[in-house]
């Protein structure tokens, strides 16, 4: 009987061992590892960023080199960071299987690069880069400054946020889910989502054109001479504050909503429909604001107006 | 990503096309009077070709075969339908009660409404682009193709309640402006939605 017992402990003590062993053998077999390397790059050249989880920090500087820092998350293969004449390549190889956990890169660039990132999860911040960004990721947040230089920049359930320089350029954001915020940005801009809440805090914008299906849309700032601003949704609420209500040509329609204004004027019911639209026109019109809903409120109102 | 980003550019040159379409597709007046006179004009027409005193017109004489000369009518009522509906398309905020297109079920000879995004073609830009959608969506992590999906029951819900108020609604032509240009922003919505699933079937995704 004894033998019977110390034979089932053994073997139950090697069970435990192996399962252990087991256990080990499944964990990653590389703590997170530091990175630091550069090279030398083209000033004004492109950077391609490939990162699945983690985040990303990109930052321009006056230097003509790449340089990278920040760790390699347990279970990544390696990094592979190549330049190629005037082309910057730098992605984290993820295993094809097992565990493994995102990586953070802060990478430095010449300020004059084009900058391309890509990621699942992970975040992506953009800083001081003066060339053309495309910046995308699947449920990573975006954070960009934009200069002179234009920026496309989309996530699926992530958010966007892009502060301008006061510079015109074109900027196009987009989103399914997520909430999308522009300051300061100026030229021209498209920004679309589903249900992301849309919110714009102009510079002087040439023209703008913003829509979702049932996010929210907020504009407040300039609108250029000859400029157009076109926003659409079905049923997020949309409010717009103009800077000054002089060369006016506002049309504002709702299929069903309420449309309020400060130009002390009265939406109109449209023949035997609940349509109801406004329409105000100031000095020469040529600043077009074109506003569209299906079910929800419009507000709009100009700061000269406004008290 | 090349491919998908053409795939994306062909989308978007349907909903610009969609977008230079006529929108405002009431006529600026009743239409049917007159086409129920000339329903009755038709008859004593018809009546002609048995009686050799009614001078018989030409075209129906050398054209149309008497079997034809059903389908033919039909077809010249729904051109006649067509050309008023195009006719008025500069409409006015006259309301009409123009009757609704209609066009011959396949196979059964029945006539059924044919609804103004489907007559413009927009169903069918709507149709491909939440197809290709769904075949993307297995390129996504399984918590953004939740989001996609979610959103995507969202913009065809705002899709239907556009087109069941334009089906419903004897409505003005400016209303009907507005449904057809919400109609298309939520066309553009939806291409949206295409391109960001296409731009994640990335080489990085595992």
């Known amino acids: 009987m004894n033998a019977l017992i110390q034979h089932a402990c053994c073997r139950r003590s090697t069970c435990w061992a192996v399962l252990l062993s087991l256990l080990l053998v499944n964990q990653p077999a590389v703590a997170e590892t530091p990175i630091d390397e550069r090279q030398d790059a083209a000033s004004e050249g492109h950077v391609e960023v490939i990162n699945i989880s983690g985040s990303v920090e990109v930052a321009g500087w006056e230097e003509d080199q790449v340089a990278i820092t920040g760790t390699l998350g347990r279970g990544v293969e390696r990094l592979d960071f190549s330049v190629d004449g005037d082309q910057t390549r730098i992605e984290v190889i993820y295993p094809q299987t097992g565990r493994s956990e995102g990586s953070d890169l802060q990478i430095r660039i010449p300020a ?196 | 990503m090349t491919n998908d980003r053409t795939d994306h550019s062909v989308n978007q040159a349907v909903l610009e096309q969609a977008g230079q379409l006529p929108r405002a597709v009431t006529p600026d007046r009743d239409l049917w009077p007159g086409i129920a006179g000339r329903l009755g004009e038709q008859l004593p027409a018809e009546e002609a070709t048995a009686n050799p005193a009614v001078v018989t017109p030409i075209h129906s004489q050398r054209l149309l075969p008497e079997r034809w000369q059903a389908p033919a009518l039909a077809a010249s009522l729904l051109v006649a339908l067509l050309l008023g509906y195009w006719i008025g398309r500069e409409g006015t905020d006259a309301p009409s009660s123009a009757p609704m297109v209609t066009e011959t079920t396949p196979g059964t000879g029945e006539l059924r409404p044919v609804s103004l995004v489907e007559e413009v073609g927009l169903l069918e830009a709507r149709n491909a682009m939440a197809a290709e959608i769904e075949a993307g969506l297995d390129r996504l992590p399984a918590d953004a193709r939740i989001v996609v999906i979610d959103n995507l029951t969202a913009i065809n819900k705002a899709l239907d309640q556009i087109d069941a108020v334009l089906e419903q609604a004897p409505a003005t032509g400016l209303d009907r402006q507005l449904l057809i240009s919400m109609y298309t922003d939520q066309l553009a919505r939806l291409s949206s939605v295409q391109a960001l699933v296409m731009n994640s079937n990335q080489e990085i995704l595992l």
């Open chain 1, 112 to 307: 004059g690069s084009s900058l391309d990132v890509r990621t699942v999860s992970a975040s992506i911040n953009a800083a001081d880069v003066t060339g053309r960004q495309w910046l995308n990721s699947v449920s990573g947040d975006i954070t960009s400054e934009v200069f002179d230089s234009d920026l496309e920049a989309e996530t699926v359930s992530g958010s966007l946020d892009v502060s301008g320089a006061a510079q015109p350029t074109v900027i196009a954001l987009k989103t399914v889910s997520g909430n999308i915020e522009a300051n300061a940005v100026s030229g021209e801009l498209e920004a679309g989502s589903v249900s992301g809440r849309i919110e714009v805090d102009a510079g002087m914008l040439d023209r703008a054109r913003l829509g979702t299906t049932s996010g929210r849309i907020t504009l407040d700032g300039g609108l250029a001479s000859g400029g157009r601003y076109d926003l659409s949704t079905t049923s997020g609420r949309v409010s717009v504050m103009l800077d000054h209500d002089a060369d006016l040509d506002l049309d504002a329609q709702s299929f069903s909503g309420r449309i309020e204004n400060c130009f002390g004027l009265d939406a109109e019911r449209e023949g035997y429909s609940p349509e109801r639209s406004l329409r105000y026109r100031a000095g020469e019109g040529d600043r077009t604001v074109r506003i569209r809903t299906m079910s929800s409120r419009i507000e709009i109102c100009a700061e000269s107006l406004s008290g």
